[in-house]
């Protein structure tokens, strides 16, 4: 029975670390520029908690062989407690652990302490059961205020403007799809009309909860590369159970070039 | 006896000796049985949820004729997936893993490893397992009514929980019912964890020191208080979200919402407050599901290595530091909810120096088999399980703890591997290890080990078969709680979700051998010695199962700590607690 | 309290640490034992054949209890900052006056129930019942002071719904309110066992916890007032 159990373990052992490093099943392609720090940290922490799972596995696999009761009577070694070795052990893990949380705080600051940079393109983000509309400020720069009493989708009005009187919201375009230029700061302010939401796009490694009666700006770039890879059309899913409709809250993120951008711009903001 | 008629004497007995009993093995039995029926009733949810992900459009005649309104035509409609997912989560974290392990066995358990007769308040005692069973009562009279069970999640984050009905079906009186189930269940068990710490502290036997104390009595007295902390806070919480839903006021509800085009005429509130509250509550309560087990983990790992638990003294320090920092640590299921990102890394900080006790346990559990000599009996073999899926689980929370990680990985499937690893396969292998363990105590018969050897192999195999493949659907980014995968990433994902809906089913039957097995040994198994396992502690002292008062022949004198296995000159290979016998060395 | 409870092994030497079974540590718990609060009533000091409740554990039940229902508090006092921080919604209610006085019964029913134990300890039957008597009616008073301060605010148009501040008044006194309807529930107990009480010395364990309880609800009522009363 021990060595059936030793074995499994090990067959257990090398099968998900061989799936693992197969990257048969992995992560999509990585569009956005503070991508590959976060990839780079998924893999020290994948060689890191790797080799410990290795090592307790085997570890434990190796014990089971190893002190099975063989029936030739004798006792079992006779071991309370060595200090020195549970304080060792105590000590390098605390260090190891703590460590990798610390290795993760520069992605994390370069992600969430800063804001955008000036210039960046300010577009809203609002959810809703269960679907996704953008905003754009258009050419001045502002967003209109927001009327909750005005929302009325069979109107169009899906976000309570009120384009006769607000000279801000004039301008506003709302689009269905979240589209963006390369290679250029845009700055993303996630807000929700009814419950909570959440924002993600796996290509960006990008993931925010849209709380009604809060504003959550993020921001981010989208790499040149984004436009090579499924014509620069990504899916934008929620990941906060919404209700009854929420596995199929869905929209688009199109990167776009520069130029491409501003027609679509254009385009959309003729339909208003 | 059949010919008899029973008067209302023997009726009363009959009440008095197995309904509404004060006597703790009685009211231990009563918990226990209640976790199995909602372990049984949770994973027949879980194969509908599977199934209805592996095949979405697959008709089960079946499923419409016990729910019409929810299967109609027996495909799962998208709102009573969500509402199969509430129940299942609340009923295996609630009524499962935090009933079994310490309400379950510790009621059973506590006063006979003390050496005390009855637990310090029996009336008390009683009066919190009826009010765990009123709970599932309620909760499950969800199914029952009109619009059917919550579909807000065990989490019920508001405002989807907060609005009434107008978010979506099952949030009209399902929900209602839900909070009170709870509100209920955190009664109960406050209740009885107030009677655990009064046993601990003053029901012990002449010479049980806390040195003397096994693992479990540590684990259980320490679960209780983190449980008198925790679930006064979940009811406070639930007091405000039902204020909310039929009170009119707007704790939890912002300015401004507007729902399915309703204006909702109400404001200010705080949705991330419910979060904050819950988690408060939440985050203890993964560690008063785990604390338990690790006790018994610990308790069976000594008694078939023949070997003293290894660093008992760092086990129990690893209790106190896990119980202490799990207060700290609730904002890490929030890193992606809007929380400040400075206090993001504090908490991400907390989050890692929590592993390092869990480390140690690790360890000491390793420590206890290494120089051992094991017997792999049932309840050992699951206690080996344990430890690996607690390292495996342990580690893909390193994951989590990483904020920048978490953004990716929040909400989706590696969540669900983790959680379950790390919480349910944990927790139920160390449910069964105790059953396997504490069966013959309980119930005065063997369980068959051939039976009870076939039933771990399927479900350890079982288990990283369902379980492994979820963290992959989670670096695919597949989010949880997703009724149908019709998204274009996650197209190609489905034969993974079949392969796990086919394990799932293969290792939910396996269970079925389990279920079989206690059943079939409760009443023609072999009947059990005193002491089947050769254990140390004062459980194995008295007969099996044990007599009405416990200690017949007066209260034990305890001279020995637990786990003295292996003792270097004694005749046998063990000394049992109470028994004078000198020890050299030590 | 928790510290008390949370004593971690003293460092005694753990294994070898084979207690002479003999007098001094009859008690049971031993040494280690000392978490009860009170640290009175070592629980069962013996196990006659008819065991009864260890007299320690319902001290360390309701100290435990405690603990849980400042927690409950704990909580809603956090909420209510939260709440109160973030809102733009938030006015800040004026009390209803009565609830000084109400605040003023409760303090007196204290001293009431401190009488009835002085005279329990002094065997004096009649002041025992008598004081009890008299807290039992102060602590009705009390409730209906509460129910009467709800029904000046809703004169006032001031409902539960009315604005945050007021959702957590009513909020807040409703569940002081149910906990101490408990403890009046334990007064009128100990009021129609009171004969059997004063007869029987182990019974008087009961006087002792509802005291501990009553005098909680006083400093949590206390508490909570002082709650309302600042300016958030």
Known sequence: MGLAIAVVLTLITAVSVSLISAHFWWFPVDVATHGPAIDHLFTLTFIFTGAIFVLAQLGLAYLIWRYRDRGQGGKATYLHEPAMLQVTWTLIALILFVGLAFMGHRTWAHMHYTGAQPGALRIEVWGEQFAWYFRYPGPDGRFGPIHPSLMDDSMGNYLGLDRPHDQASKDDIVTATLGIPADRPVQLILRSKDVIHSFFVPELRMKQDLVPGMEMPIHFTATEDALNHDGGRYEIVCTQLCGMGHYKMRAFLQVMTEKKFEQWLKQEAAMQ | MGEVQRGPEQRKRFVGKYIFSVDHKVIGRQFYFLALFAALVAMLLSWVMRLHLGWPNVQLPLLSTLSPAGAPGGVLTPEYYLSLLTIHGTLMIFFVLTVAPQAGFGNFLLPLQLGAREMALPRLNMLSFWTTFAALGVLLSTFFISDGPPITGWTAYAPLSAAGSITGPGEGMGQSLWILAIALFCLGAVLGSVNFIATTLGSRARGMTLHCLPLTCWAWFLTAVMILLSFAVLLAACLLLMMDRVGGTSFFLPAGMVISGDLIHRGGGAPLLWQHLFWFFGHPEVYITILPAMGIISHILSCFSRKPAFGYQSMIYSMMAIGFLSFMVWGHHMFVSGMNPYTGFAFAVLTMAIAVPSAVTIFDWLGTMWGGKLRFTTSMLFAIGFVSVFVTGGLSGLFLAQPPLDVYLHDTYFVIAHLHMIMGLAGTFAIFAGTYFWFPKMFGRMMSELLGKMHFWLTFIGAYAIFMPMHFLGFEGNPRRYAALTDNFLKPLIPMHRFITIAALITGAAQLLFVSNFFWSMFRGEKAPDNPWEGTSLEWTVSSPPPPENFSGGTPVIYHGPYEYGVPGSEKDYVMQNSPEKIAGG | ?232
């Open chain 3, 1 to 232: 309290m928790g510290s008390a409870v949370l004593t971690p092994p003293k460092a005694k030497p753990p294994e070898d640490s084979t207690p002479p079974p003999g007098k001094g540590n009859d008690g049971p718990g031993g040494s280690g034992g000392s978490g009860g609060p009170g640290g009175s009533g070592r629980g069962g000091r013996r196990h006659p054949p008819n065991w009864s409740l260890p007299p320690g554990a319902y001290r360390i039940a309701i100290w435990m209890g405690i603990v849980s229902i400042s927690m409950l508090f704990a909580a809603l006092t956090s909420a209510m900052l939260v709440r109160a921080e973030i809102a733009t919604d938030w006015v800040h209610g004026a009390i209803p006056s009565i609830l000084y006085f109400n605040t003023l019964v409760l303090i007196l029913s204290s001293l009431t129930l401190e009488f009835s134990r002085r005279s329990l300890r002094k065997e004096a039957e009649k002041g025992f019942t008598g004081w009890l008597y008299a807290t039992t009616a102060l602590g009705i008073i009390f409730i209906a002071g509460q129910l009467l301060a709800w029904r000046q605010l809703a004169a006032h148009g001031i409902y539960v719904t009315t604005n945050p501040s007021s959702s957590f008044f009513y909020v807040l006194t409703a569940a002081h309110g149910v906990h101490l309807l408990g403890g009046v529930l334990a007064l009128f107990y100990l009021v129609f066992r009171s004969r059997k009480i004063f007869g029987t010395p182990q019974k008087r364990i009961a006087v002792d916890v509802t005291a501990i309880y009553w005098h909680f609800m006083d400093v949590l009522w206390i508490y909570i007032l002082i709650l309302l009363k600042v300016k958030l």
